[in-house]
């Protein structure tokens, strides 16, 4: 999707010191935003890089990446009449927030289909590898795939969910050295062929992480969705220093020698999540660059925003579908095909950034790969911050051992009861009692992964499997081992404090709370996220 | 610590002496006065036996209830710790025979071994009475007026004529101002003349007629109208059941009311004073050559000195009045100021009944009567008694459930009319509150409100109930001469004067009410006397802990407001409008809300009559599609309406090893997708004509009483004991299934469940929809695809 006129050059990512003239910074808040001043002298806002530009001809570029893989036979030569073809694609957790028809996994599956057609391929499954995320609705599935594949695939049960409770269709493929189970959906497993559409939104996304992870179940995953190996994920965004990606990497081995075939499709799209035009445009642009425009329409958005009542707010928000523009798309053998694209990740998304900070800072927005179409619940706010957006770091965190992390979030005491019931008794019965994740692993997890009422949600209806509140709150136990403390600006007092962090009702009580911490003057550094930026810190 | 006046030695005197080698009998011994005499004679007269007739209780045998009553009792403490447990329960059984008794019965019901320790004895203590102010007047003629006769009859049948000592009381005098003296009443001005006999025909009649008119059609219709206002729509037995319980209370109540009218027409203050009127009288009359002596105690309150300071049995007269002030409740009590308030202590009271028995008959034919009151002797005033009460109280405040002291009102003495009448008008006006919040449709948290306002409801109907009956006692102005009493107790000789003195001028007013009276009152009331705060979920945790103990066996849920927080209408509206466009939808949304009020109306009159003539609606309805509906029903309205809490707690039941059981009126198609929450589901099924719903059911819907006969059945089945079981429901419709089980829970409990819960100790549960669920009106299907209406 490219714009009329061409854009100039993207300028890349980087670090701004706030003095005098800096105009207030944007925070994210949910459903909502705040500009905040920083303390002037000892305060850093790191920018993301704008968004790349996008492949002209992104179908083309799809044909060509098929017909010329990487390290890999071309597709068509891949196919034979008479053979099990699987397709299986990233679920509703990517890309965030979901992307302006067509997706590109309609672009890919079309495409792929095509082939396969002309190959004379007629027993093709396509799958959604959600592994223990929530089953997507129809409607989800036709956005993600398209209408015709959805005409086509999903009245005759072609098109589905995979279902990693399903005693019948899961099957082990072995163990690796370190004795972690390899599991797949039976159907990928048993197919000539598993053609894998990603979208690599971030980079911890793809390479064998995908069909490891997301065609497998509880057994296979919780080899590496455990405490143990996300602490000693520095960060799970950088696969070198990732014991997560290790983990998929040697359950991959276990594919390559005992699964199916993998034809690894991968895509990288740009960070044009608000668009170059329109009312949201505002919110990527840099704040001292605002037009009287972006000034009156920001105004107006919060005026607006303020008068409407939350469920309504979340609807609105909810309703976006983000621009992006497709930026590089690569096939073929696993690994070096997630090489390619981690490169194309990193070069959208990496800025360099010198040194550690005492506070840092970030402005949560309203979505999370787990509450697209949903509430972004408290459990929520805590990996969107201590999972997600602390670990986007190359090298070292951007804040330091024993520094404080200040989220601005409402954090409502609010959950899907049909996405998240496991959420909703992890919150009230769970972290009633701990918020220690060694100790919730240790009394809890099987007792909500063998949880018979949850499986049942989980098969049949739209619900998160029992364990996923529990990842969740494994994905920020680096940060939580690894921080001082944490602050949640504006949000529900009583769902902050359930957390385990401090609310606080203003950002300068919250910077005077984190100097008990971390003592007087400390250095300040607030994350400009979303659009998405990753910072590769330096000494 | 209060001065004790006589010491609790017993050298030789004189009493102990006249009654060594005696055998004495009592009735009534299970009474507070009954009791103290016991302890008397045991301790204080260590030479005689006792025998005592009692009636057999319910379920334990006279001798049981003597044990339990009347020697295990606080009375004995110092008994018991005197001479050694073993060898006080060694001495019961040496010197108390326990005979089967009813003075309520002619002959007195006494078996041959009791006539013949009857006959043995050598004085007779008459101390069985219905003291209860409010008795029905049958009941109390027959104990009250016909028992001294009865005895007296027995004895005069078996030949023998021991001294016979009836105990009566002071207001037998009627209300009056003035000197009443020590005489008979017949001997009395103001004596009105009332055959006795045709007062007993009467009263016995009125029973029978008052019976006679609660069958009438009006009433039992009144009485159907009244169950049914309280319990709702809880199913024929249940309602039924209490029907007739509220018929037996009016018939009761109309008894005692006719006493109350009978004895105010005659000039005495209630049916306690002109049954034991009567009593004397006919006892007079029937006596024979017996010797009678008869004692007429005043009001008898807690003890001065013995067996200790302010030993008291049961909660009395006073007592709640007293509480009701002190929580500041009662704000207002009539009497006369400076009037006289006629209080005894107990021990005061069986020391002359003691010194009576040790004396003998006075000596001439005629019955001698002994007063034992104080407003002559020793007068304690009204406006005194409301001075020290309330200086005590606000020194030792009693406690809100907030930990705040709470302050007692001013004493304005006003009249027993203008009490009456503001109270009356207070009661109408939360009646009229009751009536109109029973009639909204609240629930949870809101309909504790009307909990709270039965409650206090039925406070201040107990309040005015102790206006109405002791009201007339704190007004009456008798001066009740004691000039025998004090004979007696001069008689007595100075070591005996120490033990068993009886003038009542003995007692210190002051130090009596603050520092014996009020602190035992205070203590048997169990009232919150610090300010200490205790965790106001205590109580709920207590019984949560027990609804979820391991030993439970089985968990039934109800389905509607307790597991969701929808119904039948709800889950209907959903499927119907599942494939209707938008035009459509508008229409069926208008339709259903103006039947909703109709809908309503049968809803509360009959359940399954509700749901037999809403179930037609589905008349038509294929089963493969109301089949494939299901999941989505499950995510889109079911989920979305469940309380979190609900479908945890099934399954905290289910890890704890207790079976779990739906037990709904809602349809299989409905509650299918729930089945994986539940061990088993009862539920109502349609029938079906080759794959369509026919709108009919195939049995009864498993509401009201069916469902606790199906529970029952299924626990029959399972094996399992539903007095171990827990039962949770949200509607006074649920009672049977409540009801059926040892640990019901009220879930959101609409305003009769919650009072009924509160009363009767129920956990209730507040669970709520998780926040951030849809909250529509009425939950309609989602629309169809955009694609779909478009063909």
């Not at chain 1, 990446?65 to 030569?77: H, V």
């Not at chain 1, 594919?255 to 668009?275: A, C, D, S, W």
């Not at chain 1, 090489?339 to 990496?350: D, I």
């Not at chain 2, 509160?758 to 507040?766: M, Q, S, V």
Request: aromatic fraction near 8%; hydrophobic fraction near 40%; charged fraction near 25%.
């Amino acid at each position: 999707m490219s714009t009329d006129q061409p854009r100039p050059n993207p300028r890349p990512g980087f670090v701004l010191e706030v003095d005098r003239q800096t105009p207030p910074i944007l925070f994210h808040h949910g459903e909502g935003f705040r500009l905040e001043r920083l303390p002037v002298g000892r305060s850093r806002v790191i920018y993301p890089g704008e968004p790349l530009i996008g492949l002209p001809d992104p179908d083309g570029a799809i044909v060509d990446a098929l017909l010329n893989p990487i390290d890999d036979d071309p597709l068509p030569a891949l196919m034979r009449p008479g053979m099990k073809l699987t397709i299986a694609f990233d679920d509703i957790s990517l890309p965030l927030p979901p992307m302006q028809r067509p997706d590109v996994r309609q672009r890919i599956i079309e495409a792929v289909l095509d082939m396969a057609a002309a190959a004379g391929v007629d027993d093709v499954h396509i799958i959604a590898a959600l592994c223990l995320h929530r089953r997507m609705t129809d409607a989800e599935l036709r956005h993600a795939v398209g209408d015709r594949v959805f005409e086509a695939f999903s009245p005759d049960g072609l098109l589905y969910n995979h279902d990693a409770e399903d005693p019948e269709n899961m099957v082990i493929l072995g163990h690796t050295d370190h004795d972690e189970a390899v599991q797949m959906n039976r159907r990928a497993a048993e197919s000539d062929l598993v053609v894998y559409v990603n979208i690599n939104l971030v980079s911890m996304d793809g390479g064998w992480k995908s069909t490891a992870t997301g065609l497998s179940g509880y057994e296979g995953v919780k080899a590496h969705h455990n405490v143990k190996t996300m602490r000693h994920s520095r960060s799970f965004m950088d696969q070198d220093n990732s014991e997560l990606h290790r983990s998929n990497w040697r359950q991959g081995d276990i594919i390559k020698k005992h699964g199916p075939r993998i034809f690894q499709i991968e895509t990288t799209v740009n960070t044009n999540v608000f668009g170059h035009e329109g009312p949201m445009s505002v919110l990527q642009k840099r704040e001292w660059e605002w037009s009287m425009k972006d000034r009156a329409s920001f105004t107006a958005m919060q005026t607006g925003l303020k008068r409407m009542p939350s469920a309504a707010k979340r609807k609105v928000f909810q309703a976006w579908r983000a621009p992006y523009e497709l930026t590089s798309v690569q096939a073929g053998e696993v690994e070096a095909v997630h090489k390619r694209t981690t490169e194309m990740v990193y070069r959208q998304h990496l800025v360099p950034v010198q040194g550690q900070t005492d506070i840092l800072t970030m402005g949560l927005p309203y979505l999370t790969p787990y509450n697209v179409n949903s509430i972004m619940n408290p459990i929520l706010v805590m990996v969107q911050g201590l999972g997600y957006f602390f670990n986007l770091y190359r090298g070292k965190p951007v804040v330091r051992e024993g520094g404080v992390l200040i989220m601005t979030h409402p954090t409502p005491w609010e959950f899907h009861p049909v996405h998240h019931p496991s959420y909703i008794d992890f919150f009230e019965q769970v972290l009633a009692e701990t918020t220690d994740p060694i100790e919730i692993e240790k009394r809890y997890e099987k007792q909500f992964a063998e949880d018979e009422w949850y499986r049942h949600l989980y098969r049949t209806s739209n619900a998160y499997h029992g364990v996923h509140p529990f990842y969740m709150w494994y994905w920020g136990s680096h940060a939580l081992a690894y921080l001082g403390q944490v602050i949640i600006v504006g949000g529900d007092k009583r769902a902050v404090r359930r957390l385990g962090f401090k609310p606080a009702s203003t950002m300068q009580d919250a910077l005077e709370m984190a100097e008990d911490v971390v003592g007087p003057k400390p250095t300040i550094t607030h994350v400009h996220n979303p659009p998405i930026l990753m910072a590769d810190v330096t000494d | 610590m209060v001065e004790q006046s006589w010491s609790g030695r017993y050298p030789e005197v004189m009493i102990a002496d006249q009654l060594a080698g005696k055998r004495i009998a009592i009735t009534g011994s299970t009474g507070f006065l009954g009791t103290a005499l016991v302890e008397r004679l045991m301790r204080g007269v260590p030479d005689c036996e006792l025998v005592l007739l009692v009636r057999a209780g319910k379920r334990s045998t006279p001798a049981q209830r003597v044990r339990r009553e009347v020697f295990r009792n606080d009375a004995f403490d110092r008994m018991r710790s005197e001479s050694g447990t073993d060898e006080f329960w060694e001495e019961v059984e040496r010197r108390v025979h326990v005979v089967v008794g009813d003075v309520g019965r002619d002959g007195l019901g006494l078996d041959d071994e009791g006539r013949r320790l009857f006959a043995s004895c050598d004085t007779v203590i008459h101390s069985a009475a219905t003291v209860s102010f409010d008795a029905p007047i049958d009941g109390a003629v027959e104990v009250n007026l016909l028992g001294p006769t009865r005895i007296a009859n027995t004895l005069n049948e078996l030949g023998v004529s021991p001294h016979f000592i009836s105990v009566s009381t002071c207001y037998v005098a009627g209300n009056r101002r003035g000197a009443a003296p020590e005489q008979l009443l017949s001997d009395s001005p103001f004596h009105i003349d009332v055959d006795w006999r045709s007062e007993v025909t009467a009263a016995r009649r009125s029973r029978a007629d008052a019976d006679a008119q609660s069958r009438s059609t009006g009433q039992l219709e009144s009485f159907r109208k009244r169950a049914r206002h309280e319990l709702g729509a809880a199913g024929t037995p249940l309602l039924s059941a209490r029907t007739e319980q509220i018929r037996q209370r009016w018939v009761s109540d109309h008894l005692v009311e006719a006493g109350r009218a009978r004895a105010a027409s005659l000039g005495w203050p209630d049916a306690y004073a002109y049954t034991k009127a009567l009593g004397e009288r006919a006892l007079d009359e029937s006596k024979g050559d017996l010797r009678v002596s008869i004692v007429r105690p005043a009001i008898i309150e807690s003890s001065w000195s013995l067996p200790t300071a302010g030993w008291i049995k049961g909660f009395r007269m006073a007592e709640p009045i007293i509480i009701s002030y002190a929580r500041g409740l009662l704000k207002e009590f009539p009497g006369v100021p400076e009037g006289v308030v006629d209080v005894i202590p107990v021990d005061i009271v069986v020391n002359a009944i003691a010194a009576v028995a040790a004396r003998g008959h006075a000596g001439n034919d005629d019955i001698d009567i002994t007063q034992v009151a104080s407003g002559t002797r020793n007068p304690l005033q009204y406006r005194r008694l409301v001075n020290l009460v309330s200086s005590w109280f606000g020194e030792n405040p009693l406690y809100d459930r907030k930990g705040q002291p709470i302050a007692v009102p001013a004493w304005s003495f006003p009249g027993r009319g203008a009490v009456e009448r503001r109270l009356n008008r207070i009661q109408r006006n939360l009646d009229v509150a009751d009536k109109a919040l029973k009639m909204l449709p609240l629930r949870g948290k809101q309909a504790m409100v009307n909990a709270e306002v039965e409650e206090q409801r039925e406070e201040v109907g107990r309040a005015v109930g102790y206006v109405k009956i002791y009201g007339a006692y704190a007004e009456c102005e008798a001066l009740y001469g004691v000039d025998n009493l004090i004979a007696l107790h001069d008689a007595l000789d100075d070591a005996d004067k120490a033990e068993f003195g009886c003038d009542p001028a003995i007692v210190d007013w002051d130090v009596y009410v603050q520092q014996v009276h009020l602190p035992t009152v205070v203590q048997h009331a169990r009232v919150k006397t610090t300010g200490e705060r205790s965790d106001p979920d205590a109580r709920t945790k207590r019984l949560r802990k027990r609804v979820l103990a391991p030993e439970r066996q089985l968990a039934a849920f109800d389905l509607e407001n307790t597991i969701i927080a929808s119904n039948v209408v709800f889950s209907y509206a959903w499927l119907a409008t599942r494939n209707l466009g938008p035009a459509d939808r508008v229409r069926f949304t208008l339709k259903t809300l103006t039947e909703a009020p109709g809908l309503l109306a049968l809803d509360q009159r009959d359940r399954t009559d509700f749901l037999r003539h809403f179930y037609r609606r589905y008349e038509g309805a294929s089963v493969d599609e109301l089949d494939r509906l299901g999941p989505q029903l499950l995510a889109d309205h079911i989920l979305t309406k469940a309380f979190p809490d609900a479908l945890r707690r099934v399954r905290e039941h289910r890890r704890l090893g207790h079976k779990t059981v739906l037990i709904t009126g809602a349809l299989d198609v409905v509650v299918k997708p729930l089945a994986p929450l539940f061990d088993d589901i009862i539920c109502a099924e349609m029938t079906d004509n080759d794959g369509v719903y026919t709108g009919e059911l195939k049995a009864v819907p498993p509401t009201g009483e069916v469902r606790a006969q199906a529970l029952r059945d299924y626990a029959e089945l399972h094996d399992i004991d539903l007095a171990e079981s827990v039962a949770y429901a949200d509607s006074s419709s649920d009672l049977p299934l409540l009801d059926a089980v040892g640990f019901p829970v009220a879930i959101n409990p609409e305003t009769r469940l919650a009072s009924m819960a509160t009363k009767r100790g129920w956990l209730i549960e507040f669970w709520s929809t998780a926040e951030g669920g849809a909250a529509k009106p009425l939950p309609l299907g989602p629309l169809p695809s955009l694609r779909r209406s478009r063909r």
